[in-house]
């Protein structure tokens, strides 16, 4: 299964999305022609992201959609026409497998493993909306502590585009508690905030990236570390009645103007 959802009815009123949760390359295409160190790195999947993601599942009782396919094969957080989609090339590594495929083998993986996901966690959305509830929409991703040779500060970091309340409450309780975090930082939301825009933003639902260094979620004890912390800055979110209510923020530039339906 290319999609892996937990507390599909639980009662949490948060719904966690982990779009690059996994590694997994199915057999067939034959790791796309890397080595298997490859797959281990960045480039193939967020590290400790899904293990993060578990915990505050767990923790809140919530609903969380997991990718259980590497990004490589078919990046889920970008939008259909991105030259992104599938990449030939990530941080300096081609891509074997992804260099000249034809629109059948781009068709297949959009069939078989992007709408899968996507479709996964419309339900979600669909089925909280419907119990009356707002949700808290929160991408989980992990950032490299170095790219490009430059060292990344930040311990956290959030992205955001149209509609800063969760982004900002968030960043908020990390810097209340002396926490280093990046407003829209190491990326931009206005840049890469797909599956947030069409679950979250187009529903007028609070949403939010974030962003948690790699090598303080990467074993056991900075996963338990960090659930931690998520919990109780989580909690005191859930409580702010400016998060408890559907707001749509216009963008012009925006392209994405309705909910995902597939």
Not at 73 to 83: G, T
Request: aromatic content about 6%; proline content about 7%.
């Amino acid at each position: 299964m290319p999609v892996e959802v937990l507390n599909p009815r639980g009662k949490g009123r948060l719904l966690l999305v982990c779009d690059h949760a996994s590694n997994e390359i199915p057999a067939a295409y034959e790791n796309l022609g890397l080595d298997d160190k490859h797959l281990e790195r960045h480039i193939a999947w967020d590290i400790g992201a899904a293990d993060l993601t578990r915990a505050l599942s767990k923790a809140f009782d919530a609903p969380a959609v997991l990718a259980r396919f590497s990004r490589l094969l078919i990046d889920p957080n970008r939008a259909l026409d991105s030259e992104t989609l599938i990449p030939e090339q990530s941080d300096g590594v081609i891509i074997p497998g992804n260099r000249g495929i034809d629109a059948a083998e781009r068709d297949r993986r959009i069939a078989r493993f992007y709408r899968p996901f996507h479709d996964s966690v419309a339900r979600q959305v669909a089925t909280m909306k419907d119990r009356g509830e707002v949700p808290l929409v929160i991408a989980m991703h992990s950032f490299t502590p170095v790219m490009n040779g430059t060292p990344r500060p930040w311990q956290a970091g959030l992205l955001w585009d149209r509609d800063p309340r969760l982004a900002q409450a968030f960043l908020d309780a990390f810097r209340a508690r002396g926490i280093h975090v990046g407003d829209n930082e190491p990326y931009s939301g206005r840049e890469l905030f797909h599956t947030m825009t069409i679950h979250g933003a187009a529903h007028g639902l609070p949403q939010t990236t974030l962003e948690v260094r790699q090598d303080l979620i990467g074993n056991d004890e900075g996963v338990a570390e960090w659930a931690r912390l998520l919990t109780e800055i989580i909690s005191e979110l859930l409580a702010l009645p400016h998060l408890a209510s559907v707001r749509y923020y216009d963008n012009p530039d925006m392209e994405v103007k309705e909910p995902y339906n597939g």
